[in-house]
């Protein structure tokens, strides 16, 4: 085949994909404003998406917050600023690895999970039955995800910068001689409420984010078992790189000119 | 509108999926309150041109009128409104499992039609029974049911709101011959009370025989005959022939590669 027809094809497949899902989230936002609303299937999935992720994205807080402090302890060491781990490590936990690690790690939980939950029911036709029983599927299916995605992560974040914090103070204290009063006065002074804010907003974008591509994949996949499995992968992937991308452009918004 | 002689016409309805053509100018009519039962084999268009009348799938072109309003031009709201009439078996029974036997009974009742759960239960249970299924089985998850008592919930779902128009997609596919008359038996004494209009589509000629008022064949995309059951074994249509006595030679050759 020439070359530049394939070139053609592969962009042409790319804008296709854009549009589809630029219409997908259209939908999705439009029918949050939009009654009947599901409160029950909202607090379910607030469940899901929220609670049942404290635990891994806590683990995860809380070991990069500890090895942040001993990595900062290192690099700051040789510049005989070692005094800068609290102030460090309560900003890069709240502006950057809190949202950012704890988007992936539940992107890798919640996106897979919604993807071949709702890529199950359409290839048993269980899509199909909800529009036969007068039910809209966007409106039952994606807009409580997508909605309660975006409420959740960014008080999941919360959580998990305190618990990343906490991670770095342990080993301040307890491993690299810090005074804990000191520690905590530094953590407190250098953070403002900013770094505390952008962090949420971005936990709040990749919510959206985790759910859009998980109801996405699932809602278009087709023929069978390999359709749901392709469609659980690429839901994790692209929400993954969705939420890298998205970090670079929130991060601009919030510290452009600073 | 409501006094046309038939509850559903097809008329002239194409679709295709990239080159592959599924429905070819297909015509169908299905008289009010009786049951057409489409026979054909596997990829003749029989579920797609189900999904075409339910709007799940948008043909290309053609008319599909229900009640006489052209269902093809309803936006999402007028085809909601529409979609209130219709009750739907699914081939693979299509049940929630994430919902227990009850909610997916009552499922339309209490998301479609706004009903209270309370009441929207109570009539779910009656449907259960009308199938045949106790109140216990209403509390179990679907998971837990072989496939009879799954299409069993299946039917009962679909009768829930007392449609007035139900389709059946391959009721008795994946069952055992007994289990397969005593849905059909259920089928039939279900749709009586209601005085439903029902579509069924199959490939099962005991199941055609069983259910159907009015039999009609889709092949490659179109009805080539229409008539009453009775009249099915004397169609003089040699593809219906060979397709109701199910032999590998006829006009209907399968497209099966050759090792």
């Known amino acids: ?258 | 509108m409501s006094d046309t002689p038939n509850k559903i016409v097809l008329k002239d309805v194409h679709k295709r999926f990239g080159k592959k053509v599924v429905l070819d100018g297909l015509n169908l009519e299905v008289p009010r309150g009786k049951s057409l039962v489409v026979i054909g084999g596997s990829g003749t268009g029989k579920s797609v041109m189900l999904k075409c009348v339910l709007g799940l799938i948008k043909p290309d072109s053609g008319q599909i009128l229900v009640d006489g309003q052209d269902a093809t031009r309803f936006d999402n709201g007028e085809r909601e409104d529409m979609l209130r009439k219709f009750g739907m078996l699914f081939q693979g029974s299509a049940l929630f499992d994430s919902l227990k036997v009850w909610e997916n009974v009552a499922f339309g009742l209490i998301q479609g039609r706004g009903l209270d759960r309370k009441d929207a239960k109570a009539i779910a249970l009656e449907k259960l029974g009308q199938v045949g299924l106790g109140a216990e089985v209403g509390e179990l998850s679907p998971s837990e049911l072989s496939g009879g008592m799954q299409k069993r919930v299946a039917l009962a779902r679909a009768i829930a709101a007392e449609p007035e128009i139900i389709f059946f997609d391959e009721p008795t596919t994946g069952l055992d011959p007994i289990m397969s008359d005593v849905i059909n038996d259920l089928i039939k004494s279900c749709v009586q009370k209601l005085g439903a209009t029902t579509l069924s589509i199959t490939h099962d000629m005991a199941s055609a025989r069983k259910i159907a008022d009015y039999i009609a064949m889709i092949y490659k995309g179109r009805i080539i005959w229409q008539g009453p059951a009775a009249e099915v074994d004397r169609s003089g249509n040699d593809y219906v022939d060979q397709f109701i006595h199910g032999r590998a030679e006829g006009p209907i050759k399968m497209e099966v590669l050759k090792p």
């Open chain 1, 1 to 258: 085949m020439n070359p530049l027809a394939i070139v053609g094809r592969v962009f042409l497949n790319f804008l296709t994909a854009v549009g589809r899902v630029a219409l997908f989230t259209f939908e999705g936002v439009r029918h949050i404003f939009l009654p009947p609303f599901y409160f029950r299937l909202l607090v379910r999935q607030m469940m899901t998406i929220g609670y049942f992720s404290l635990p891994v994205v806590g683990l995860t807080a809380l070991f990069t917050g500890m090895v942040l402090a001993l990595q900062i302890f290192i690099g700051a060491g040789r510049f005989n600023a070692e005094s800068a781990v609290a102030s460090i490590v309560v900003l890069g936990i709240t502006r950057e690895l809190g949202p950012v690690l704890g988007g992936l790690m539940v992107a890798g939980r919640v996106a897979s999970a919604m993807a071949a939950e709702i890529g199950t029911m359409r290839v048993t036709e269980q899509i199909d039955a909800l529009t036969t029983l007068s039910t809209n599927p966007f409106k039952y299916l994606v807009t409580p995800r997508l909605l309660a995605a975006t409420l959740s992560l960014p008080v999941l974040v919360l959580v998990a910068d305190i618990i990343g914090v906490m991670g770095g103070y342990l080993i301040a204290t307890h491993k690299l001689g810090f005074n804990a009063g000191t520690y905590l006065k530094n953590t407190i002074d250098f953070l403002q409420t900013l770094d505390v804010v952008s962090g949420l907003v971005k936990a709040a974008v990749f919510g959206f984010i985790i759910a859009l591509m998980g109801c996405y994949h699932g809602f278009h996949s087709r023929g069978g078992a390999q359709g749901v499995g392709k469609a659980t992968t690429d839901a994790v992937v692209s929400a993954s790189i969705l939420i890298l991308v998205a970090n670079y452009f929130v991060t601009e918004l919030f510290f452009a000119g600073k």
